[in-house]
């Protein structure tokens, strides 16, 4: 083949190697963002000290009845606002 050809050749080969890499290192950062999120999850679930049960009422509640605005004091919704 061509110099050209074999040098495009080269390139092409580099770049899916590193897509291929790159595509692993997402499926990476996306199952650790998942984990540490289940982690948070529970963490405020079990510092609520609620069962699975009450969880589940609770959620199936608010999903009935949203919250107001203005049930929650303003110092916790200005955490919500800044974590975004």
């Known amino acids: 083949m061509s110099r050209k050809l074999d040098k ?4 092409l080969a580099r ?4 897509y291929e890499a790159y595509g692993k290192r997402i499926q990476e ?3 650790q963002y998942a984990e540490q999120e289940k982690t948070e999850i529970n963490e405020i679930v079990r510092a609520a000290n609620l069962t699975p049960d009450q969880l589940q009422r609770l959620l199936s509640k608010m ?3 949203p919250i107001p605005h203005g049930a929650f004091p303003d110092d916790v919704m200005e955490v919500e606002q800044n974590e975004d």
């Open 29 to 31: 950062l996306e199952d």
């Open 15 to 18: 770049t899916k190697a590193r």
């Open 63 to 65: 999903n009935e009845d």
């Open 8 to 11: 495009i050749g080269e390139e």
